[in-house]
T-cell receptor, first 114, second 115 residues
Framework: GAGVSQSPSNKVTEKGKDVELRCDPI?????LYWYRQSLGQGLEFLIY????????KSGLPSDRFSAERTGGSVSTLTIQRTQQEDSAVYLC????????????FGPGTRLTVL | AQSVTQPDIHITVSEGASLELRCNYS??????LFWYVQSPGQGLQLLLK??????LVQGIKGFEAEFKRSQSSFNLRKPSVHWSDAAEYFC?????????????FGRGTQLTVWP
């Protein structure tokens, strides 16, 4: 595919359950970002991967959130023991890395925690 | 701390009318500046970006933005809006000199276009 893909597109879960969100970046892009878009809150940076470097996790809101990137490509964002305030659209973006490079965004995963 | 303010949550314009979406940033030094658009159910798409040089930047879909250092602003403009421009628009900044490319976004402006 030519663009960033995310799955699932929608996820409904019960409070306390764990969820995994997947991101397939554009082939060859070394940088991968996760953002969270909450109603009326804009986009909030969560985590950043660049090549084989240690990820920048400074945006993760709690230790219930974690992410990994396998083989420098696919990334999974995991939320453990989901809470209602985790309900949001989770966006993934990739770029060729570094600063001032265009980030290409996926369509997002809408997470609803009941 | 970096902050991006989009003072208008929702703007409504008639098709064919001109448009200006406001963006102000707070940062120690002039950051890199971006405008993204998000159509319903879609990811964000880059409209334009500013690095340096000419303060009037041209983007895709007929959009332009003007950087004004004295006002810490980067307002987005379009001379004549089309119905297909209805979407949510986000201003974003990136720390100049950062190796991370991390973006700080405003809360967005929702644009409605009347026929």
């Amino acid at each position: 595919g030519a663009g960033v893909s995310q799955s699932p597109s929608n996820k409904v879960t019960e409070k306390g359950k764990d969820v995994e969100l997947r991101c397939d970046p554009i082939s060859g892009h070394t940088a991968l970002y996760w953002y969270r878009q909450s109603l009326g809150q804009g986009l909030e940076f969560l985590i950043y991967f660049q090549g084989n470097s240690a990820p920048d996790k400074s945006g993760l809101p709690s230790d219930r959130f974690s992410a990994e990137r396998t083989g420098g490509s696919v990334s999974t964002l995991t939320i453990q023991r989901t809470q209602q305030e985790d309900s949001a659209v989770y966006l993934c973006a990739s770029s060729s890395g570094g600063s001032y490079n265009e980030q290409f965004f996926g369509p997002g995963t809408r997470l609803t925690v009941l | 701390a970096q902050s991006v303010t989009q003072p208008d949550i929702h703007i409504t314009v008639s098709e064919g009318a001109s448009l200006e979406l406001r963006c102000n940033y707070s940062y120690g030094a002039t950051p890199y500046l971006f405008w993204y658009v998000q159509s319903p159910g879609q990811g964000l798409q880059l409209l334009l970006k500013y690095f340096s040089g000419d303060t009037l930047v041209q983007g895709i879909k007929g959009f332009e933005a003007e950087f004004k250092r004295s006002q810490s602003s980067f307002n987005l403009r379009k001379p004549s809006v089309h119905w297909s421009d209805a979407a949510e628009y986000f201003c974003a900044v990136e720390a100049r000199g950062s190796t991370l490319g991390r973006l700080y976004f405003g809360r967005g402006t929702q644009l409605t276009v009347w026929p």
